[in-house]
């Protein structure tokens, strides 16, 4: 039970992945424009392997305007020649309705380069005097553009926009956003850094910038995603909100960079933005796999100094680090408090609980905390059950180990490495050998481990009972 339940994750973060939002009104400068530099030298974007191509189709949902119908692939080579040529046996012997945007597409899709994807939609327009292309059609030329593996090279995307802005559809919030997001689709996330610093006709809402730092943070140096922020406050003013010092203190909090989690906190408070709980959850987790329970007290009370009010997972975070710490008294008055706020526990606080218990040596309050917990309705799980066993184990309780271990089988649930790796070594020691090799089979019948593992454990339960016997 070394690692945080489910259940106590925070909800994801409020970003719009799927849809442009309108761009909000300029907001002013604010007065600590470098908080978020560093005194370290500026590290260069780091240079990802480029993935395998895409095509637009692959990004087909996040076009706005009416929905396009997928054609079927009428283009299998990508010579615009070609292309033309069936274009014009279409618009000479077809009196059916035909749709340009879906044929222009369908020759994105087959490989064209952007080049020839301008000179095909020409020639889509003079073969169809009543087509117009819209924002939607040059919206498809400029994700393809973004979608080339041409890293470094934006001239194409340029083009794209300049194409738009020449045509009377200059670049809006939705072109940005897609630009962006197709960019990191295709692992272009410099370009897509790139684009927005230098290109001042494509200007990102909240969600377009978020969702880009989020990226930046995921595959990119810690100096580097400050650099953009700093960069972008600077070239086109648009200053970093909650979700943005949400993302960089998430982003530090799993790298365990607790002392810069706590900086740029005090950089958000700085600039007038005030945490959420979702924030300080974060950085309680991080102080969790650290084992710091102190420190998680103290951003406990800050909170409440701040008048945030904890939420269920602030709760299940204290009780786990509490109860890791083997601080299961005091674990157990926050499981009241929250009660009397108005949290139930669920099973990662009863899960919690029950692990530092057992690790206490309190398996019989463990097992009556198992029972209250069935009686309020919070059915446990593989968790619960392999703390539960692995305790009874260490307490020298393997009978009922056995009993919760077939509880366990028929439920279907899978062990544990800490639990099966202990359960192994008290039934070899209590010379139950038979029983050892039955659990070595479930374990690898119910591929609770790999094969590896499961017979090292066991090698190494046989080998520690043989030397105790010499």
Do not use: W
Not at 31 to 48: A, H, Q, T
Not at 278 to 286: E, G, T
Not at 423 to 447: P, Q
């Amino acid at each position: 039970m070394g690692k945080i339940p489910p259940a106590m994750r925070s909800a994801p973060l409020p970003i719009s992945l799927l849809k442009p939002r309108p761009s909000p009104p300029p907001r002013t400068p604010s007065s600590s424009s470098n908080l978020l530099e560093i005194p370290k030298p500026r590290v260069p974007l780091y240079k990802g392997p480029a993935k395998k191509k895409k095509t637009t189709k692959d990004l087909k949902r996040t076009v706005p305007g009416p929905s396009i119908p997928s054609p079927p692939q009428l283009f299998n080579s990508p010579d615009v020649s070609e292309a033309k040529a069936v274009v014009d046996a279409i618009s000479s012997a077809s009196s059916a309705s035909v749709n340009p945007v879906a044929l222009l597409q369908s020759f994105c899709n087959a490989g064209a380069s952007p080049a020839d994807s301008f000179s095909f939609l020409r020639h889509l327009s003079l073969r169809f005097p009543s087509f117009t292309p819209d924002r939607s059609a040059y919206h498809i030329l400029l994700i393809h553009s973004c979608l080339q593996p041409t890293l470094g090279n934006i001239s194409s995307i340029n083009a794209s926009l300049d194409l738009m802005s020449s045509s009377g559809f200059p670049p809006d919030s939705s072109s940005a956003d897609l630009a962006v997001r197709a960019l990191c689709s295709a692992s272009r996330e410099d370009d897509a850094t790139e684009l927005l610093l230098r290109n001042l006709s494509v200007r990102p809402d909240p969600f377009t910038y978020n969702f880009l730092v989020r990226r930046l943070a995921k595959t990119r140096s810690l100096s580097t995603v400050y650099a953009f922020v700093d960069e972008l406050r600077s070239v086109a003013n648009i200053q970093p909100d909650r979700i943005t010092y949400t993302i960089l203190i998430d982003s530090v909090c799993n790298s365990r960079n607790l002392r810069e989690a706590t900086r740029l906190l005090g950089i958000l408070k700085h600039s007038g933005i005030k945490p959420d709980c979702y924030l300080y959850n974060n950085i309680m987790k991080a102080y969790c796999m650290l084992d710091q329970c102190g420190e998680v007290m103290e951003v406990y009370n800050k909170m409440k100094d701040e008048g945030i009010e904890p939420d269920l997972v602030t709760y299940n975070t204290l009780i786990f680090g509490l109860s890791k710490t083997g601080l299961v008294d005091q674990a157990k008055k926050f499981l009241n408090i929250m009660t009397n706020t108005g949290y139930f526990p669920d099973i990662a606080t009863y899960t919690s609980l029950i692990s530092g218990m057992c690790r206490k040596g309190d398996t019989l309050g463990a097992q009556k905390l198992l029972g209250e917990m069935e009686q309020r309705g919070c059915s446990p799980n593989e968790c619960t059950y392999n703390a539960l066993l692995m305790g009874l184990c260490k307490a020298g309780s393997l009978d009922k180990g056995m009993e919760l271990y077939r509880l366990m089988i028929n439920g279907g649930m899978k062990l544990e490495n800490p639990a099966y790796a202990t359960f192994l070594r008290h039934l070899c020691r209590a010379n139950k050998i038979a029983e050892a090799y039955e659990v070595f089979d479930y374990a690898r019948e119910s591929k609770s481990l790999t094969d590896d593992v499961a017979y090292s454990a066991l090698e190494n339960s046989l080998k520690a009972v043989k030397k105790l016997r010499l």
